[in-house]
């Protein structure tokens, strides 16, 4: 295996649970009403420090998605998913943005 490159953020941001990845920027959350297995979930329109799985048809409480799931590059644990395309139209805002489960990420740090 070769080195691990991370992208370091600043300011308010949200890292992996596990290793303390960077994941996101608080000013990237485009919404904090979303809900997965383990509890609530943020929509973000950017990430870093993820790799993404394989593409699957999923039934979500909003209708049918095509979705992969994203796991943090340091540890490799599972943190939420991708929206890869959306079948209903009302629901296309959705692509290319991600979901991060809030029980696999830690709080807003401020590291300025």
Known sequence: MG???LISLEGKIYSCKHCQA????SHDIVSK????RHGKAYLFDKIVN????SKEERMMLTGLHTVSDI???GCGSNIGWKYV???EKNQKYKEGKF????PRWRPVLDNT
């Open 3 to 5: 080195r691990l490159f």
């Open 33 to 36: 009403s979303f809900h997965c």
């Open 99 to 102: 979901v991060l489960e809030r």
């Open 50 to 53: 993820v790799t993404a799985g």
């Open 71 to 73: 796991f943090c590059v």
């Open 22 to 25: 960077h994941l996101a920027l």
């Open 85 to 87: 395309s959306a079948h």
